[in-house]
């Protein structure tokens, strides 16, 4: 049955927005009785739009159109787009993130032209049993008794009305997430699961380890279609969080900490933040496994974790080399990291990743007299010599103070430069062994390449290349600590995580050695006796002191648009604007109070971009 017109006429009448995100309007149409069988609230459609023939989407149906109103027909029915409550969630999105609705819409659409996925009266998982039910496809293939006690903290949390909207699970990094959602997926059925993965590579992976245990699986986005038909779990990476599942049962988010879940074009969404929201609104259980969760994404979220000495056995031996007494002028590489790199690579069979972050987060100064390094008295972060050369100022929050060392009051500093090829030329000169370099532009290495380079230096990028080592060293793990931004500290320790992963669990041989200067920080304490909560508890009061998230709400506006639209936006109530450098910084208590400023001020006609929870900030 159609819908009903407006009062006393027979004409349907849908309001599309257009595929073009410079357009923020709606714009109404009636639909011509050959389209409005297969018409409903998300299908793509073909409008008349200025003149000219535009895409589109059904946002509603049954509208109201004014009264003496002529309206123009819908031309044409492109094929199926994202379910109702997928349009709901996207019109949340686009203000939660300040962007246009399409851009959203776009991203749960097909990646091609798709027709007749709902066909059905009802999705194919909506006749599931519920949980433990009937239904379930078979035994369970012996994850182990840690993934099924995983399990149950995530379903009674699910159960639990004051465990917030999702659940932390933190699992140490070298232990199987792949275990936890398939005893999640074999306990509820496949039907309305839905796993996020941070890479297209593991999402391929997982895909194949849940098909190989029998389970039917649609791997996003090319297996759209067979997820609006339901009765497969759904796996993906980040635009899978916009899936057209029609009744989500569970959400599983690997590796929930990663960046990878953020999108860095406008608008910089986050795929974490929507399934959460998902979830809540289907009252769904969603699960954020993290080896090391940010405090953002766990302040107020109910923690299940493994025991004690499960969780430190999922962490390497780490070795923290102190350089704070050596010479700035002996290089890069410390005694005791040479001798243990000739000692693993005497064997053959031996391989050492070294990671050294190429272009630097940070200029790092050093006393020339002590060597210790220029850090902010405040926050942590590392001092910077400005321009003008008056004194040292923090990168991070600001702060000023004379060019003095902390330690040893000399008043001389030496800038430290360090650079991934340089450091490759070196490895192999004192090693004897060829070094391979691998950075972000690097070719991919392939099994052939991959069994020569037994030594293998490079950025952040190889912990992704290289999948096994005896050693992974960090050759400055303090550009990462002091880089200035006040997440650094969180996202060091996930690099440490994702490094873990290289040389497997404690007891197994391998180990993870970072060189400093701050042996004592707390992030590397973390690392050494496997324990995120060194980090989090006093990154938490950090964040509550300067009013950071979660503790507060931050967007930053950037473009010739910049200016006027913070004028506008700093009129709203509790909502703050100053100038830091080419952008503006935007505060407010929370987000609803940030959102609801950025919807309700007008955008400028200049080019603008908003970025809602910035991470370089």
């Keep these: 049955m159609q819908p009903a017109g407006p009062a006393g006429t027979s004409q349907r009448v849908v309001r599309v927005v257009p595929d073009v995100p410079a357009i923020h309007r709606r714009f109404d149409y009636s639909v011509p009785p050959t389209l409005g069988r297969d018409l409903r609230v998300g299908s793509r459609v073909r409008v008349e739009l200025h003149g000219r023939r535009v895409g589109a989407w059904v946002v509603e149906d049954g509208v109201v159109a004014p009264a003496g109103v002529p309206l123009k027909p819908l031309a044409a ?98 232990l199987d997430a792949g275990l936890v959602v398939l005893e999640l997926v074999h306990r509820l059925g496949p039907a309305g699961i839905l796993v996020l993965v941070p ?35 759904v796996v993906g990476t980040r635009a899978a969080a916009w899936a057209p599942i029609r009744r989500l049962r569970a959400v599983v988010v690997v590796d929930a900490h990663d960046e990878a879940y953020r999108e860095e074009r406008s608008p910089t969404w986050s795929a974490v933040d929507a399934v959460v929201e998902r979830g809540r609104r289907e009252g769904a259980p969603v699960a954020l496994v993290s080896s090391c969760p940010p405090v953002a994404l766990a302040e107020g979220r109910r923690l299940v974790t493994t025991s004690r000495s499960v969780e430190r056995r999922g962490w390497p031996v780490v070795e923290v080399v102190d350089r704070t007494g050596d010479d700035p002028r002996t290089g890069l590489f410390s005694e005791r990291l040479a001798r243990l790199l000739h000692s693993v690579l005497d064997d053959p069979a031996g391989r050492v990743v070294c990671i050294l972050n190429r272009t630097g987060r940070a200029r790092l100064l050093a006393c020339a007299q002590c060597g210790a390094l220029a850090r902010c008295t405040r926050c942590g972060g590392a001092m910077a010599q ?63 390449e991959l069994g020569d380079a037994r030594l293998v230096v490079g950025t952040e990028a190889a912990l992704h290349r290289v999948a096994r080592a005896d050693v992974v060293a960090f050759l400055d793990i303090d550009q990462h ?12 320790l996930s690099l440490l995580a994702r490094a873990s992963r290289l040389v497997g669990v404690r007891g197994g041989g391998g180990r993870l050695v970072v060189q400093t200067r701050i042996p004592g920080h707390e992030v590397l304490q973390a690392a050494v006796h496997a324990d995120p909560q060194l980090l989090s508890a006093p990154e938490r009061r950090l964040r509550r002191a300067l009013g950071l ?10 473009g010739p648009g910049g200016q006027a639209y913070a004028e506008a936006v700093g009129s709203v109530p509790r909502i703050s604007v100053s100038p830091d450098g080419d952008r503006w910084l935007l505060r407010a208590p929370d987000h609803l109070t940030l959102c609801d400023g950025l919807a309700g001020v007008a955008r400028p006609a200049e080019r603008l971009r908003v970025e809602v929870d910035p991470v370089d900030v």
């Design 549 to 558: 998230p979660p503790f507060g709400a931050l967007a930053t506006l950037r």
């Design 386 to 448: 400005p321009e003008s050369g008056d004194g040292l100022r923090c990168r991070r929050c600001g702060d000023r103070r004379p060019t003095v060392c902390a330690e040893c009051d000399a008043e001389r500093m030496k800038v430290l430069r360090i650079g991934v090829t340089r450091a490759t030329e070196e490895l192999s000169a004192l090693t004897g062994v060829r070094a391979r370099e691998v950075s972000g532009s690097s070719a991919p290495l392939d099994p052939s």
């Design 481 to 492: 600590l002091l880089a200035p931004r006040f997440g650094a500290g969180e996202q060091t």
């Design 199 to 233: 890479s297209a590579a593991g999402a391929v992976r997982l895909a194949a380890r849940l098909r190989g245990s029998g389970l039917g699986v649609a791997l996003m986005p090319e297996g759209w279609e067979q997820a609006a038909k339901g009765g497969s779990a």
């Design 77 to 174: 029915l492109s094929g199926d787009g994202p379910p109702p409550e997928v349009v709901a969630l996207a019109e949340w999105g686009a203000w939660r993130w300040a962007g246009p609705l399409s851009s959203f819409l776009g991203t749960a659409s097909p990646p091609r032209l798709v027709r007749g996925a709902w066909t059905g009266e009802t999705p194919a998982d909506a006749s599931h049993p519920g949980r433990d039910g009937p239904g379930r496809p078979g035994p369970s293939p012996s994850p182990g008794g840690g993934s099924v006690a995983l399990v149950d903290g995530i379903l009674t949390a699910g159960d639990d009305t004051t465990a917030g909207d999702a659940s932390i699970v933190r699992l140490a990094p070298s």
